[in-house]
């Protein structure tokens, strides 16, 4: 029935390939096959422990699992993906790609172990002008593969930081210190924690959120971006 009524839905209102504006077929979301294939995906579930995210945090906090689904670099495919994500009003986008990192990742074993997901948190204000939070939306398709629950609700940004874009690595840190609270209340202690971001260039918004977290005695931390961004 589902297949019914969204061919039915396509013959009406065709949906197109966010990248190459191709027609979608029924069967498929957001990206048409040919463009699907040619993200440049990083392969670093298969090396989770040591690749070049994961450096990126190492003796600035402990991390267990890294990974990102694709090299993200400005101009590219994957960040019209990104773009069309955050400021076209796509939170659809977000979800499709959350359910197709979960189902590559999965038969490598990256979840195994992770307790819940936590997507980094936006602004109020900002989540207000967008609509949603990118990364929840991420982090919700993800859910939907491996059956991981979405808490959203342990940790808060405080402030909003002036856009990370054109920043240095210092001053990305500077931006982001102290923009996290985590919530009262917030049980995590033992529990093993997916941290869920777009886009990681530098790592200090991921860093800056987990170091909140981690004053939760016995909180292990992995992370999940969709993009790194390539040196």
Not at 16 to 38: F, G, I, K, M
Not at 164 to 181: A, I, K, P, S
Not at 211 to 228: C, N, P, Q, T
Request: aromatic content about 6%; overall charge positive; some cysteine.
């Amino acid at each position: 029935m589902t297949s019914i009524f969204r061919r039915l839905l396509d013959f009406v209102a065709p949906r197109a390939c966010v990248v190459c504006h191709c027609r979608l077929a029924p069967e498929t979301e957001v990206l048409c096959p040919s463009c699907q294939l040619r993200l440049p995906r990083t392969n670093f579930h298969l090396s989770p422990n040591d690749n070049v995210m994961a450096r990126l945090f190492w003796g600035i906090i402990p991390v267990e699992k890294v990974a990102a689904l694709c090299y993200y670099a400005p101009g590219s495919e994957v960040a019209q993906l990104v773009y069309d994500m955050k400021y076209h009003d796509r939170p659809d986008i977000g979800e499709a790609l959350g359910r197709l990192m979960a189902s590559e990742f999965m038969p490598s074993g990256f979840f195994d172990g992770i307790d819940c997901l936590v997507p980094l948190p936006l602004a109020r204000r900002r989540e207000r002008q967008r609509g949603y939070n990118q990364s929840r939306r991420l982090a919700l398709g993800v859910s939907e593969v491996t059956g991981l629950p979405v808490n959203d609700d342990m940790v808060c940004r405080t402030a909003f930081a002036k856009s990370q874009t054109q920043l240095g690595r210092r001053e990305r840190q500077e931006n982001v210190e102290n923009v996290f609270l985590l919530r009262e209340g917030s049980d995590l202690r033992g529990r093993h924690v997916l941290l869920v971001d777009d886009v990681v260039t530098t790592g200090a918004t991921v860093v800056a959120c987990a170091r909140e977290l981690l004053k939760v005695g016995g909180v292990r931390i992995s992370i999940l971006a969709f993009g790194l961004t390539k040196a």
